[in-house]
C-alpha cells in the first residue's frame, strides 16, 4: 500500500522537528549536542511559520505513522532580471525513514511541494540538497547554482556536506 499524502497542520510540529533531527544526524553534520541546539531553535520558528502560513509542510503517512515529510517556506529575496518577484519557494526539511527510502517517497513529496508552489504563484524553488539526494533533484529539472558560503566563526567546523560541491 502506498502512503497517503496530506498537509501538515501545527499539530505535525515535532514530526517536523524529529525528521530535522535525524536529517542532520544521517548526514553526519553536527555532533548530538548541536544537533538538539538547533532543533530547540527550529521549533518556535517552525510553530510561528505554520500558524501564519509563511511555511507549508507535507506527510506522507502509512497506517497513521508518519514515514516522509517535506517543508516548503515562502522566502523573501530580492528581485533579479529572472524575476521581479520578491518570494520564492525553499524546500527543506525533506526527510524519509530508512526503511522507506528508495521507493520514490521523496520525489512524491518534492512533486507535490511543486504543485503547491505553482498554486501559490511561486516562479522558483530553491532547495540545498545533501550530497546523496543531487541526483533526484537534478533529474526533476533542478539545476546546481553558483552559491557559496564563507564560516567566518572559528568555532564553526565546515561539514563535509559543503565541500566537494563541484
Known sequence: MSPTLRT???????????????????MEMGTEEGIKRMADAFRPMLRAWLVTGQCRGLILEEDGRPVASALMLLKDTLPTPVTPMSVR????????????????????????????????GIEIMELHASLEAEGLYQRMGFVPTSEMRLVMSAGIRTPKQWKHRR
Open 8 to 26: 501538515s497542520t501545527h499539530a505535525d510540529l515535532e514530526t517536523h522537528v524529529a525528521h530535522r533531527m535525524a536529517m542532520f544526524s544521517d
Open 89 to 120: 519557494g525553499y524546500l527543506f526539511n525533506l526527510y524519509t525513514l530508512p526503511t522507506h527510502r528508495r521507493k520514490g517517497l521523496a520525489a512524491r513529496l518534492t512533486d507535490a511541494a511543486l504543485d503547491m508552489a505553482r498554486e501559490l
